[in-house]
């Protein structure tokens, strides 16, 4: 049977927190802020180790980080820590590593943003079915809504580009571990700084699959977000 057929894989997940959020202007790094009465993190960890198919867990933390352990965490199952590098792909890397001591190169790895704790269950399920008989895999992302210009340096509209076709990326990104930790290994040996998964496994000549997500599943960049993340946590604890 081809090795994208195989039936016993696992699924794992890696959650790089290893960035200082520097947007957010905070004295903590964004994933350490408060939310609804827990940090990002918390709510990130608790949704992404809760999901059923999930195996296990690898949280990448930047070195020195001072916060991960005074975190009060339920007992979750399997979860690891990995050390974070200079860029979020650095940190992903050093993730997958620590996770290729426990797991098989055939192993499922979904990469979720530590920045993105309204992620629905709802989605990651949709996102590991859509992708089960995959030979590459994919990730959530959202078509997208508005006329898309581009300008140049100094703001002015150089085109209207066709938004046909056209998403935006969230993660969990899920692909085998051996493919995507070749792929990264091979994007950074030509120093290329990939800011997400699949544009390493684009370049290693797969074609991800798109899969649509919701909107709510923010990634925390600005103060603002804070507000809108705990509007759309209220609103899926009411739903
Ligand atoms: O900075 P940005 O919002 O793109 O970060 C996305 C995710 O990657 C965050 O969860 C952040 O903690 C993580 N990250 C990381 N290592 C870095 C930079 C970012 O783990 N060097």
Redesign the pocket.
């Known amino acids: 049977m081809p090795s994208h057929l195989s039936t016993h894989s696992r699924y794992w997940a890696v959650i ?4 200082v ?1 520097s947007r957010m202007g905070a004295a903590v ?1 964004k ?1 350490y802020l408060m939310l609804s009465g827990k940090t990002v993190l918390e709510h990130t960890l608790s949704r992404i180790a809760r999901h059923p198919l999930i195996h296990g867990v690898v949280v ?1 933390i930047a070195p020195g980080d001072e916060f991960f352990q005074r975190l009060n965490l339920p007992r979750q199952k399997n979860v690891l820590l990995s050390l ?5 792909c ?2 992903v890397l050093n993730g997958l590593n620590t996770l290729a001591e426990h797991a098989a190169d055939d192993d499922w790895v979904l990469v979720h ?3 993105r704790p309204c992620i629905r269950a709802e989605d990651i399920t949709r996102l590991i079915e859509a992708l089960r008989d995959h030979p590459a895999g994919g990730l959530l992302g959202l078509p997208v809504a508005d006329t898309m210009k581009r300008s140049d340096r100094e703001g002015n509209v150089i085109a209207t580009v066709e938004r046909e076709g056209l998403w935006r990326a969230l993660t969990p990104q899920m692909f085998r571990l051996g493919v995507l930790r070749d792929a990264l290994e091979a994007a950074l040996s030509q120093g290329v700084l990939v800011t997400d998964e699949a544009q390493a496994v684009e370049a290693a000549g797969h074609a991800p699959r798109m899969v649509e997500g919701h909107g709510d599943n923010i ?1 925390i ?1 600005r103060p603002q977000d804070l507000v809108l993340a705990q509007l759309y946590l209220q609103q899926q604890e009411c739903a």
């Open positions: 790089p927190a290893a960035g959020g790094p994933q990448v974070g590098g200079a860029e979020r650095h940190s943003d530590a920045a990634k960049t």
